[in-house]
């Protein structure tokens, strides 16, 4: 996204939003302008979480460490397992070594490491066992596969780092689904997501716009939220029907209770 089109984003969703995510499908840590749109985004009061693979912490993490608008930073360890493994212990030992500069200078700073991956595959697996080891002996708090439940998916480990756990979902599009008619969402209940080009879409699953409810700075995020196809999706969600094909096929709506 261009710095003139993230400034009008930014001035739409003020007064509407209080938090903003960096990710929609990408990688934040990669944006040359990253430290730019961090000072943009605070300089509106927005809170920013980020979610990264990691691989570029030892290098933009002192961006981060001095952005006192950054709120959260998730770690998608699980991304890790099908890297080399020496490259990958490495990439988790400079996450680790962020991490402890946080509790130093950013006590505020929420810490997640993700392992969305349970029961997926053997890979996944071998690296869990590993990734558990490794956050145990590193804080100090005991782990274990056998922690994992449906409804208790973070363990805290020291101050504000957190281990997340969950199950692996499918990108919408990349796997045959069963169609359902009934699911719920969070989708526009709290959250929406804005592509690069400004492109306004219920979630960040829908990376591709197939559910584009308007276009800023052609529309304004006030009249896109009012609109006849987002207030149909909206109801549809609290009263548990699924309204577009795109969410009828969508297996992450699965974790959420009908």
């Known amino acids: 996204m261009q710095e003139d089109l993230f400034t009008a984003v930014l001035d739409n969703l003020k ?12 990688e934040p840590l990669l944006h040359p302008k990253l430290a730019e749109f961090l000072a943009l985004a605070g300089s509106r009061n ?53 991490a402890d500069k946080v509790k130093e200078v950013r006590p505020d700073l929420y810490i997640n490491f993700r392992l969305w991956n349970e029961k997926s595959d053997s890979i996944s697996e071998t690296w ?27 363990i805290p480990l020291q101050g ?32 929406c997501a804005i592509l690069c080009d400004g492109r306004i879409v219920p979630c960040c699953l829908d990376y591709a716009g197939k559910m584009t409810l308007g276009k800023i700075p052609e529309d304004s995020f006030e009249s896109i939220m009012r609109n006849s196809k987002t207030n149909a999706m909206r109801n549809g969600f609290a009263n548990n029907v699924l309204i577009e094909e795109f969410c ?8 959420f209770p009908v």
């Open 46 to 98: 927005f809170k920013v979480n980020l979610t990264t693979n990691g691989l570029l912490i030892a290098e933009k993490g002192p961006i981060i460490l001095t952005s006192p608008f950054v709120r959260q930073v998730n770690f998608s360890t699980h991304a890790l397992a099908y890297l080399d493994a020496e490259f990958a212990g490495n990439s988790l030992s400079q996450i680790f070594a962020f």
């Open 15 to 26: 007064e509407n939003v209080q938090e903003l995510f960096f990710h929609v499908l990408g």
């Open 128 to 154: 869990n066992v590993s990734m558990l080891k490794e956050l145990s002996e590193h804080y100090g708090v005991d782990v274990s596969l056998e922690d994992f439940k449906v409804r208790h998916k973070s």
């Open 160 to 191: 504000r780092i957190y281990l997340h756990r969950d199950s692996r979902f499918d990108w919408p599009g990349t796997k045959e689904e069963q169609v359902r008619e009934c699911g719920t969402c969070h989708a526009l209940i709290d959250q």
């Open 248 to 255: 009828k096929k969508c297996s992450f709506s699965k974790r």
